[in-house]
């Protein structure tokens, strides 16, 4: 996994067919996904159930490239090294979900993962900012984590341009999660953005056995993204 400031279009599962997530996970890498985005919640951090270790390693044979997994959970610590025996390769934890986090981040690189900070609306950029040197990815939440399908919080656009210059020349992605379709694409990689989760904007209109929409959307939200750093 080489690091690299393209944009990648990370589709989330949360909003894919529960019944066909393997074969979910393969359409959209073959329409054009460059990551494939799991979202895990615990219905304590945050108000929904999702999935958890056994999904991710039911669905890692399906996934080819990068296994994007995005823990809404509290406690972290207790199922980092479960989620990398599942094959994650980007594990990602709530700064706002436990008191420990520089201690949660070198858990997650000792497990052989990418460590992602994943920071609430509520919370600043400047509370990452003693912690870039230990993550690989900081994951902005444009809505409040919980639930697909919100409404885009464009307050959260001062936060990604300080991060990014925060972050400056370190090897660090900035990863959008929530809202994202071409119509905010844009303002989130012009303020510095590279990875964009999109859960309904993908999967809208398309299935398994016609995956050709997925496709379509997944070009829609790149062009839009694209355009914006010409």
Request: glycine fraction near 10%; charged fraction near 20%; hydrophobic fraction near 45%.
């Amino acid at each position: 996994m080489t690091f690299d400031r393209s944009i990648k279009i990370a589709p989330s599962i949360l909003a894919a067919d529960f019944a066909a997530f393997g074969a979910e996970c393969e359409a959209v890498e073959a329409q054009g996904a460059d990551w494939v985005h799991v979202d895990v919640m615990d219905g304590h951090f945050v108000p929904n159930i999702s999935f958890g270790p056994a999904t991710c390693a039911a669905i890692r044979p399906h996934i080819k490239g990068v296994m994007d997994v995005h823990l809404m959970i509290a406690p972290v610590d207790p199922y980092i090294d479960a989620f990398a025996d599942a094959g994650a390769d980007i594990i990602t934890a709530h700064l706002e979900a436990g008191p420990h986090i520089h201690r949660t981040l070198q858990a997650i690189r000792g497990a052989g993962a990418r460590a992602g900070l994943a920071l609430n609306p509520g919370t600043p950029a400047e509370a990452a900012a003693a912690l870039l040197d230990d993550v690989d990815l900081v994951c902005v939440m444009t809505v409040n984590p919980g639930f697909g399908g919100q409404r885009f919080i464009q307050s959260q656009i001062g936060k990604i341009r300080r991060l990014r210059e925060m972050i400056d020349d370190r090897p660090v992605h900035i990863e959008i999660d929530g809202g994202i379709d071409p119509t905010t694409a844009p303002d989130v990689v012009d303020a510095g953005a590279d990875v964009l989760v999109a859960g309904s904007a993908v999967f809208k209109g398309g299935s398994v056995r016609e995956p050709g929409p997925y496709g379509e959307n997944i070009r829609a939200i790149r062009a839009a993204a694209e355009a914006a750093r010409r």
